[in-house]
């Protein structure tokens, strides 16, 4: 009786001390703040030459499905800005999302609006603000 106690002492003992000192499995730590996939794309309302890239007044920046994530003013904006919601600049059925006033202030707005048609941003073609803009297409 003695013995078998002994025994089963001494192979509690190994066993605590494999659990203890075995080599530990360490999983992969996964960084970012998003899942692979929902990464927001940026674009800019800077051009070379003074005005948007695409028509008078309206910029496309996205054609397809997707969310805005934040607008970036990086200097003063002198007119106003509208987001909408189309898939064209001659989408009759376009929503607005956003507005900016005339001279809103320099900082970071964010939004994580749905825009179920495409993203266009509309500014006065002669005061263009200089911002950038984060946004995820589906």
Request: aromatic share 8%.
């Amino acid at each position: 009786m003695n013995k078998i106690f002994s025994t089963l002492i001494v192979v509690g003992l190994l066993v605590i001390g494999f659990g203890v000192y075995s080599p530990k499995q360490t999983s992969i730590v996964k960084v970012g703040s998003v899942a692979q996939s929902n990464e927001y794309q940026a674009t800019t309302t800077y051009s070379k030459l003074g005005a948007p890239l695409f028509g008078t007044a309206q910029t496309i920046i996205s054609n397809k499905s997707g969310v805005l994530g934040s607008v970036v003013i990086t200097g003063a904006v002198a007119g106003p800005m509208r987001f909408m919601n189309a898939s064209s600049t001659t989408d009759i059925s376009s929503t607005t999302l956003v507005v900016f006033p005339n001279s809103t202030a320099v900082g970071t707005y964010t939004f994580d609006i749905v825009a179920p048609r495409g993203l266009i941003l509309e500014t006065s073609a002669s005061l263009l603000p200089t911002t950038t803009i984060t946004f995820r297409s589906n």
